[in-house]
């Protein structure tokens, strides 16, 4: 079974920079897919980005395309998220989770196995 963590969030002025990190433990990581999502108050939680197994492709939501960039290195069993340019609308806790199977989009929530317990961030002046 695989446990995630993130950390990395926090308060930020608009137009500042954040990177979430994702760890993961009890399994490897490089058999997973790894997307994050996010959820505002009162929101449905969407999809930010996901990254492939082997990191050869990365996805975005056209929200954050061009702000934010996924990474991720499967010897430290670790995904990032490079959060530049950040907007009040980027306020929500974020999560990352991780599916083996790709049978749906990668921004389907419920096709993803396990999840992370989320981190907040805030954007604000």
């Known amino acids: 079974q695989l446990q995630l963590v993130e950390s990395g969030g926090g308060l930020v002025q608009p137009g500042g920079s954040l990177t979430l990190i994702c760890i993961a433990s009890?399994?490897?990581?490089?058999?997973?897919?790894i997307g994050w999502f996010r959820q505002a108050a009162g929101k449905e939680r969407e999809g930010v980005s996901c990254?492939?197994?082997?990191?050869?492709?990365?996805l975005y939501a056209d929200s954050v395309k061009g702000r934010f960039t996924i990474s991720r290195d499967n010897a430290k069993n670790t995904v990032y998220l490079q959060m530049d340019s950040l907007k009040p609308e980027d306020t929500a806790v974020y999560y990352c989770?991780?599916?083996?199977?790709?049978?749906?989009?990668?921004?389907?929530?419920?096709?993803?196995?396990?999840w992370g317990q989320g981190t907040q961030v805030t954007v604000s002046s």
């Open positions: 009890g399994n490897t990581l490089e058999y997973h897919e």
């Open positions: 990254i492939s197994r082997r990191g050869r492709v990365s």
């Open positions: 989770a991780s599916r083996v199977r790709y049978d749906s989009s990668w921004y389907v929530a419920a096709s993803y196995d396990y």
